[in-house]
């Protein structure tokens, strides 16, 4: 909270320009090493090395080498796109990704607002993320770029209804759209742990909320087995197809911030935030914030390896899973939920 840190630093303006800095230091980071991490896992799954000659100790350097080429390579745009559209896109995309990362509670003393509709305007600010890949898709003047685009149109909007589903079916629970008052009424007072106090354990309805949370944060950021928007055997690249050099980078920084984003909301709604597992050892605003990112970095994993074990849905099996499958138990799961708190 912006108090918290004018009792630290005595400007407020220096206070409010790491509030808006940090944030984009870390998902800047924070992609940079996932990248990295992704193509280790790949390679250990599928049992290669991966990197390992860019910058020394096991190729941690070949991203940064990646994103210097990117910044240099040129930049095309297609003769018959729509100009303005194409270069806005691929920005809406990540400002749409960065803005939400502001009612995240990264630790007991750091959040950018703490707003009392913080889950609201998450997924308020969440859903320009459709209305860029389908700007970008529309803009590019190419058939596979609009084919993509409509695909992920058609999944977004499917797989938000069971994600608001399984996040409302959490605030019912915890009685607040505050994300920093959700994880502190996860805050537990022994030193036997927060284990027993995380939301996910307070229900036995809530692990199938975040199981059904789970599968459709992975079908929204676009990642295996739900990644029909960019499916490269069928579609080229998807909305991809005509971006090129740091506009398509951009569009890879915002995936890779729209999956860390997602993963620490899960961390936020079902396993404690910043609380730390061992109780009061181990705690603080530090500690909170180690605990967290490791949390969200945990389920981040968890969707890489996913996407080098799992086979790609067909577009019908994927709707199917959504309609069919996931919101109707989403639904029944939120009745179950409601009256459990009603009974006990």
Known sequence: MLNTLENIIPSPVIALLIFVALPLVLVSIYALFAIWMERKVAAHIQDRLGPMRVGGWHGWAQTIAD??????????????????????????????????????????????????????????????????????????????????????????????????????????????????????????????????????????FLLIAFVIFFISIVAESH???????????????GFQTEYSGMRWGIFMLAEYADMLLLSLLGSVLFFGGWNSPFGEFMAGPIWGFFWFILKGMVLVFVMMWMRWTLPRYRVDQLMQICWGFLIPISFVNFVLIALWEMIF
């Open 223 to 237: 990642r295996v087995p739900f990644d029909l928007p960019e499916s490269e055997s069928e579609l080229v690249a």
């Open 67 to 204: 994103m210097l080429k990117l910044l240099q390579k040129e930049d095309i745009i297609p003769t018959n796109a729509s100009r303005f559209l194409f270069k806005l896109a691929p920005f809406l995309l990540f400002a749409a990704s960065y803005a939400a990362f502001s009612v995240i509670p990264f630790s007991s003393a750091y959040i950018g607002s703490s707003v009392d509709i913080g889950v609201f305007y998450l997924l308020a600010i969440t859903s320009l993320l459709t209305l860029s890949v389908l700007m970008g898709a529309w803009a590019s003047n190419n058939k596979w770029s609009l084919l993509g685009g409509m695909r992920t149109a058609a999944q977004m909007v499917s797989y938000e209804v069971p994600t608001i589903m399984s996040v409302l079916s959490v605030l019912v629970v915890a009685g607040s759209l505050n994300l920093m008052t959700v994880t502190e009424m996860q805050t537990g007072n022994t030193t036997l742990g927060f284990l027993p106090d995380w939301l996910i354990f307070q229900n036995p």
